[in-house]
């Protein structure tokens, strides 16, 4: 199975548990988190709305609520990129454990996480943080 993710929901897929904007946002992430565990799923990458920004209430005519939080969002999916190749299409499996590589310290998340809401109820930023 194929997913395509935007750079930063790599970080939050790997810090998920069950929280969301809503019921059929958390669903479909909780669907898109067990698929992305399962063998031979692939991953190509995105910048812009991706299989996890479908369910959400915040996609509104293509942006992420608005013009100015869209940007913020691109921003942070950019800096996860940067370290990725974007033309690839990545063993899923393989790309998580690159994520666990990329990003092993507080200060290596600083410019994706630090302003995120979802802070306390992540277990990826809460792994770092706690690592410290
Ligand atoms: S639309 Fe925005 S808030 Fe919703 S999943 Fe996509 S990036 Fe996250």
Redesign the pocket.
């Known amino acids: 199975m194929k997913l395509h993710l935007?750079g930063h929901h790599l970080l939050c897929l790997k810090g998920f548990q069950g929280y969301g904007y809503d019921e059929s946002f958390t669903e479909n992430m909780t669907e898109v988190n067990a698929m992305r565990k399962s063998e031979n799923a692939t991953v190509t990458l995105t910048n812009s709305?991706d299989d996890?920004?479908r369910a959400?209430p915040?996609?509104k005519n293509g942006l992420?609520?608005d013009e100015a939080e869209n940007s913020r969002?691109i921003r942070m999916d950019n800096e996860v990129l940067k370290k990725l190749d974007i033309e690839k299409e990545y063993d899923a499996q393989e790309l998580f454990e690159k994520i666990d590589e990329l990003f092993n310290s507080k200060e290596s998340v600083s410019e994706i996480c630090f302003n995120c809401r979802w802070h306390e109820k992540c277990l990826f930023y809460q792994k770092l943080s706690n690592n410290r």
């Open positions: 935007r709305p996890i920004c959400c915040n996609l992420c609520v969002i």
